[in-house]
């Protein structure tokens, strides 16, 4: 189907910043909803939540699963190159991997509680 932008139904916009939006919509209260707080003054920190960029290492629905990981993770007899075959991780070149492991070995508490 062709579309002949001479039939086209017209609408004159007027985007103002900070939104841009190209598509009509009445401001008759705007004045009013710009009275009241906006959402970054509420909540001045932004944040995606929490990222571990390891998800699929460290979050897990079985709490059993979950520790039998990290105690392998945290085993010293275990290689770099084990754990980074069976969990692909990167732990010979991340430093933070390298230093969680340290954490881990040194933590004598480190069960999930």
Known sequence: MTHDISTTDW????????FY??????ESLLVNYD????????????SVGIVTAKDKFVIDQKREDLERRIGIFRDENTSDDY???????KI??????????????R???WRLT
């Open 11 to 18: 609408k004159e916009l007027s985007p103002k910043s900070e």
């Open 21 to 26: 939006l190209f598509i009509p919509r009445d």
């Open 35 to 46: 009275k009241y707080l906006k959402v970054p003054d509420i909540f001045p920190i932004n």
């Open 83 to 89: 754990i980074e075959q069976e969990f692909k991780l």
């Open 92 to 105: 010979k070149t991340d430093k933070r991997l390298r230093n969680a492991k340290e954490n881990l070995v």
């Open 107 to 109: 933590n004598p508490n």
